[in-house]
């Protein structure tokens, strides 16, 4: 099995001959020997746990990174040691050493351009995506959300878009061989691209129905539109409430507002009652003909 090495890509200038980034060679080495050979290297265990001792006990140390540190040699230096515990810890710990090795500025440049036209290539798919609904669900996949959803529908939207994200590859690949390894890396991109539960949307706020759990807003930083959730109410009531305030705070609005409950959280919100504005919309434009008729 091949064995990828887990190193800070950006590191800090203080951090060159730092203890943590000789504990993470330290780390990498454990990873490569249990992968390749299954167990550790006891002729340089004594100088490792050395070094561990060393992170462990500065001051200088993150409280996650001792944890870390400390769990991985309590894992190396058990009696039945489990070697995908170990892994897994050594894994671990190698993310937050290097995150805390990385420097923060030049993070957040490669973060910005690791993008690499992403997002315009595939923005078409994102707004088709928002308005797929999927049966088993019996809702659309903007309204879905990973952190408050069970395991099977997470599992069953995240497998929807990886198989849009790769037709879309597929489709933009055109006729050309698809033996290749860059066709194969486009479909990688594609599918690991960041569509599932995209928040950023092109939005057209007269096409939403009258009553959901979101409102359109418009990021500051970006000039985007942006999904917000409404405010929830408990009971009618206070929905009802709530319209009344509004109506007195906002006199030059002439939409009536009403509450409705959302199919989505159960709860009650507030809105504009859209149906108004296309009934008064087609109410003038009958006085306009009949206007017409007469005067003709």
Known sequence: MCYT??????????????????????FNRWLKMLTSYGKLDE????????????????????????????????????????????VRALSSALN????A?????????????????????????????AKEKIRKIGREVIYTDRHTDDSKTTKLVRRIVEKRAAQEAHKNAGKHDRETNRYRHSIQRAVSFNLYNKRYAEYDAELRSPGTHWKVRTHNSKGKKVLVAKFSYNTYEEAVEACTCYMMAHPEDSCPMSAYKCDYCGK???????LHQQVMGLATEDFQEKDEKIYA
């Open 43 to 86: 002729t340089s265990l004594l100088d490792d746990f050395t070094a561990i001792a060393k992170v462990v006990k500065s001051h200088e140390t993150n409280k996650d990174i001792k944890r870390a540190v400390q769990r991985c040699s309590d894992y190396a230096l058990s009696a039945a040691m489990q070697i995908a515990d170990l």
């Open 101 to 129: 090795q990385e420097d923060k500025e030049l993070r957040k440049i490669k973060k910005t351009y690791a993008d690499q036209g992403m997002t315009e290539r595939y923005r078409p798919l994102s707004k088709r995506l």
């Open 268 to 274: 009650w919100h507030i809105g504009h009652e859209r």
């Open 5 to 26: 090495a887990t190193l800070p890509t950006v590191v800090k200038s203080d951090n060159l001959n730092s203890d943590l980034l000789n504990l993470t060679r330290i």
């Open 96 to 99: 937050l050493l290097c995150k």
